[in-house]
């Protein structure tokens, strides 16, 4: 039986290639009785800063099994847990028996999309994916051109293009679920993303990180499979209205045309407003949620370093890169880190002309000279000033509209130093730092609602003593961040996944409120497919 050798702790300066040693030395085995091992996962650990030290977890095979049992008895000690390796394996049904009339749709192209359309592909359902954006290279210029200072392209942008939000975030690949769903996602991503082999490994290591350069090969790759397996992709096709009535899905009218379909999965991401708002005139159901908004603080990387990997910190970059990290405040609202990027960029992630909000980014090697982290505060519903179920994204649309209106038309970012924010005075003079078109001097109060205002107030103070005064004085901040999860959930049956109100809409995504990031939106879109898997029969034709 295969063992699980669990919080196996080395130095970061003990070479990978003696694991296989260290494995024997905490099974109290020899290293002959060591059959196949692989590392399931591999953190780090930089709370004592004189001694950083990687956490492995592992699978391994042992020969002779009796030879461990007493260390096993005494594992209650060890800082090392053995334990029987019984992970269940990845499983798809068999196609169900419902006769599916039509190719099913899936709207989006984001990782939710995409993966389920690749499962569907995959099992013989031949999807077609409609996306509103263009291909990635495409938008790549698009991107390019409008952090350049050019104009704002309304279906080529941040959030909307073939990979959705995935594609220019910053690729980290955490996730909270695990399982073997969690797995199959890293490896199918992993799969695609060709030559350039990342380290550490996005499947073992704790913390995955594709970077923004990496992911567009990805999101292509996941487009081929799914046109290899006999699915279609659309480009610069936009849902604009659904056809249905009392037996369920009929059709997708689109900005190409209307296309016939008994079943639609819906993962489109949670900045397409046009599109809620075609599914609340359509009285699709769909519930008010909490959602997170605050502001986006920066720091000279070389800061971060020294704070999380102390004094040696500089041999540690050469051999660990950029440190990231993570803090929470407690208060009336806590106001959390969200998306940190080592080394990374604020980008303007504006998906609609006349409206701002920031978000950030890194490349592969994270090596931008500055650190940037999201520091939000999940804003409940009653604090959403509106009670229709889109008073959420109307609170999001009056600040970023304000942002657009601070930042004098240009896409210039509000900003205001740490120190300055939290004693209400404006800032004279802007450090330097990673956002492109350029800052502007305000006061971030007026892109928050109040009580967010009160929390990051409250909450740098907090993080500043954390730190023992380090991370106020050099932090600058930039917003408004309002993207950082969906203002509403577009309701949908936990078993079946089908929405309540549409029989063959299946809501799936960040953007349906079922995910927070790359590989649960993956993951939302993988277990949607296998519902409509076991339920109904492959298409035929
Ligand atoms: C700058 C940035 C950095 C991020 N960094 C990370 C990170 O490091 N790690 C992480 O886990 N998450 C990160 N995220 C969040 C992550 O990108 C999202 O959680 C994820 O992409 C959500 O996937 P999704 O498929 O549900 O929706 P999306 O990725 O938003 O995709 C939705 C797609 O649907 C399309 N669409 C919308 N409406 C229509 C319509 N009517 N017709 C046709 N197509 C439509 C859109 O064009 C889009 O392509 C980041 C997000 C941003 C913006």
């Known amino acids: 039986m295969p063992l699980r050798v669990n919080n196996l702790r080395l130095s970061i300066e003990e070479p990978e290639g003696n694991l296989s040693l260290h494995l024997a030395r905490a099974l109290g085995v020899t290293p002959a009785d060591v059959g196949h091992w692989r590392v399931l996962r591999k953190s780090l650990d930089v709370r004592d800063k004189r001694q950083l030290q990687f956490v492995y977890n592992f699978a391994v095979e ?20 053995i334990e029987p390796y019984d992970d269940p394996p990845f499983t798809m049904p068999e196609p169900g028996k419902e006769p599916l009339p039509g190719r099913p749709v899936v709207v989006g192209s984001g990782p939710a999309g995409l993966v389920c359309g690749y499962f569907l592909a995959l099992h ?8 509103r954006g263009t291909p990635v290279n495409e938008r790549i210029h698009d991107v390019q ?47 695609c993303k060709g030559q350039q082999i990342g380290k550490p490994d996005i499947i073992t290591y704790h913390r995955p990180h594709l970077g923004s350069n990496r992911l567009p090969a990805v999101v292509k790759a996941i487009r081929r499979k799914i046109i290899a397996h006999g699915g279609e992709v659309r480009f610069h096709t936009k849902v604009e209205d659904l056809q249905c009535d009392e037996q369920g899905m ?21 900045s397409a407003r046009d599109t809620y708002e075609m599914l609340a005139r359509r009285a699709v159901p769909m519930t008010a949620k909490p959602f997170q908004f605050g502001v986006r603080v920066e720091h000279p990387q070389t800061l971060i370093n020294s704070v999380q990997y102390g004094p040696k910190h500089a041999a540690y970059e050469d051999q660990l890169g950029n440190a990231d990290y993570s803090l929470v405040a407690h208060g009336e609202h806590d ?22 909000c920031t978000n950030g980014m890194s490349l592969s090697k994270r090596d931008s000279p500055f650190a940037n ?6 804003v409940p519903v009653e604090a959403f000033e509106g009670t229709d179920v889109l008073a959420g994204m109307r609170l999001q649309e009056r600040y970023e509209k304000k942002a657009f209106e601070l930042g004098k038309g240009a896409y210039s970012v509000p900003t205001q130093r740490g120190v300055d924010f939290v004693k209400d005075r404006m800032t004279k003079v802007i ?49 408004p961040e309002t993207r950082g999860s969906s203002p509403v959930r577009i309701d949908r049956d936990s078993q079946s996944r089908e929405s309540p109100g549409v029989r063959g809409l299946y809501p799936i995504g960040e953007g349906a409120g079922y995910a927070g990031g790359i590989v649960s939106a993956a993951v939302d879109g993988l277990r949607t497919a296998r519902a409509i898997i076991q339920r109904y029969a492959q298409v035929e034709g």
């Open 373 to 378: 982290s999201g520091l939000v505060v999940t």
């Open 124 to 131: 013989g359902y031949r999807p077609i994916v409609l996306e």
């Open 62 to 81: 042992v020969h002779d099994e009796q030879r461990i049992a007493p260390h096993r008895a005494g594992g209650a000690q060890s800082p090392v847990q």
């Open 335 to 356: 106001l959390f880190t969200f998306c940190m990027c080592a080394g990374g960029h604020i980008i303007p992630s504006v998906s609609q002309e006349g409206y701002f």
């Open 145 to 191: 051109r409008f952090d350049a200072g050019g104009a704002f392209h309304p279906e080529s942008n941040y959030l909307f293009g073939e990979g959705g939000a995935g594609t220019f975030s910053d690729g980290k690949l955490t996730c909270r679920g695990t399982g073997p769903d969690v797995m199959r996602v890293l490896e199918l991503f992993a799969e």
């Open 250 to 270: 009929r059709g997708v009218e689109t900005s190409s045309g209307l296309i016939a379909t008994p079943l639609v999965v819906l993962a489109i991401g949670h």
């Open 431 to 479: 450090p330097p730092g990673s956002y492109p078109r350029g800052k502007l001097s305000a006061d971030l109060r007026e892109v928050l609602p109040p009580l967010v205002a009160k929390a990051v107030k409250h909450g740098l103070m907090q993080m500043d003593r954390r730190w023992h005064g380090r991370f106020l004085p050099d932090a600058v901040l930039t917003g």
